[in-house]
């Protein structure tokens, strides 16, 4: 992932962000698994696919006690109650009707991505980050790893570790987790970075690791990165190259 100069790192989007962080990307797996092998639909908005507005309305329904409130899909659900053949088509799928007959519902089609396709990318942005799906959503070979756990072959250090399955999928992806420059010629590994810094140091606060972790990027510089993590104290300044 390539990021720009001053650009903090992030690596689950803010409206995206959960408690239950693992069980909720699980989730959204399987709603991509059930939309694109099971519905058969390519990840596009309105009029396009219905895709991304079948995944908001999976993911309401997966977990209602998180999204207690969603005034943009219950708005919509009025607006289809006034607009019968269009709901219609939207309850069918007939995609080939709502092409044909968009022209005429242009401020409902639009409808469509404010506050509910538009959210739906934005959740699934952190699949994409993670390595579980590519741009398009697809979901990768690692993802489908995430889905049937039974094909995880651990290696002999993996077997050593006190984790899960589900745990290992993460681990790998993380350690493999780069931050490129924009020219793609300098990364950083937060992760690694992470791991380092807890190595080195015996005492670190919660807010120091973060800063550590957050504040460093591609354009820091890292000649002597072990002294800086152990001298490195909150609220200190990132030094960039």
Same mark, same amino acid.
């Given at each position: 992932?390539?990021?720009? $100069? ?12 959960? %408690? #239950? ?6 989730? =959204?797996?399987?709603?991509?698994? #059930? ?11 309105? !009029?396009?696919?219905?895709?991304? *507005? $079948? ?16 005034? !943009? ?9 006034? %607009? ?28 469509? &991505? ?7 990318? +934005? ?11 590519? $741009? ?14 039974? /094909?995880?072959?651990? &290696? &002999?250090?993996?077997?050593?570790? !006190?984790? &899960? ?22 990364? =950083? ?10 190595? /080195?140091? +015996?005492?670190?606060?919660? %807010? ?9 990027? !591609? *354009? ?7 002294? *800086? ?13």
């Amino acid at each position: 992932m390539r990021i720009k $100069e001053g650009q903090i790192f992030n690596l689950m989007d803010t409206n995206g962000r959960r %408690n #239950d962080v693992i069980n909720a990307l699980q989730g =959204y797996l399987t709603i991509l698994d #059930d939309i694109q092998n099971e519905q058969k639909m390519n990840w596009a908005s309105m !009029p396009e696919s219905l895709a991304q *507005y $079948e995944f908001y309305r999976q993911a309401i329904e997966l977990s209602p006690e998180v999204f207690g409130k969603h005034g !943009p899909y219950d708005k919509l659900a009025e607006t289809l109650e006034r %607009n019968k053949d269009f709901a219609t088509a939207v309850q069918t799928q007939d995609m080939e009707w709502i092409q044909k007959n968009s022209f005429m519902f242009q401020s409902l089609v639009k409808q469509f &991505d404010l506050g509910i396709e538009d959210r739906a990318r +934005h959740y699934t942005s952190n699949l994409v980050k993670l390595g579980f799906t590519d $741009e398009g959503r697809e979901i990768s070979p690692v993802g489908e790893l995430l889905l049937d756990l039974k /094909k995880l072959r651990k &290696d &002999d250090l993996e077997t050593m570790l !006190p984790i &899960d399955g589900v745990n290992i999928v993460y681990l790998r992806q993380l350690m493999k987790l780069r931050l490129f420059d924009t020219e793609g010629e300098r990364y =950083y590994s937060p992760f690694n970075l992470a791991i380092f810094a807890l190595l /080195k140091r +015996h005492r670190l606060s919660e %807010n120091e690791f973060s800063e550590l972790v957050q504040g460093l990027s !591609p *354009y820091s510089d890292f000649s002597d990165i072990e002294q *800086y993590v152990l001298n490195y104290r909150e609220a200190s300044c990132i030094i960039q190259i």
